[in-house]
């Protein structure tokens, strides 16, 4: 499903778990999904909206669940920049990102 909350609410807890969960559904995303090109271009923008604005608080840049977060943001941004948003994940960096979503999960959980 075409997700319409794209965009931050400006409350961290919110925002990270929103971004990581447009980021489950967009490194599941099989080549020539559905609508896959709109899905990583709001996405893109969304994670660098993200990272913009929430790495100026050291509060929040101090957490656990941002670092990893921003870890995963770069490594899917990357993938975006260098094969496009056509192209789906290689199944190693599929499964790395699965991993730290994981991660992101807990750590939010936890309120860290």
Do not use: C
Not at 70 to 88: C, D, M, R
């Amino acid at each position: 499903e075409f997700p319409s909350d794209w965009g931050l609410t400006y409350s961290y807890e919110t925002d990270a778990a929103r971004v990581r969960a447009h980021m489950v559904t967009a490194t599941g995303l099989a080549k020539g999904s559905d609508r896959m090109e709109d899905f990583g271009k709001n996405l893109k923008k969304e994670m660098i909206d993200f990272v913009s604005y929430y790495r100026r608080f050291p509060q929040v840049a101090g957490k656990p669940s941002f670092s990893t977060l921003y870890t995963s943001i770069n490594v899917l941004a990357g993938h975006y920049t260098s094969y496009g948003y056509k192209y789906p994940l290689p199944e190693k960096r599929r499964k790395r990102l699965y991993q730290e979503y994981a991660e992101i999960e807990k750590s939010l959980k936890r309120s860290r």
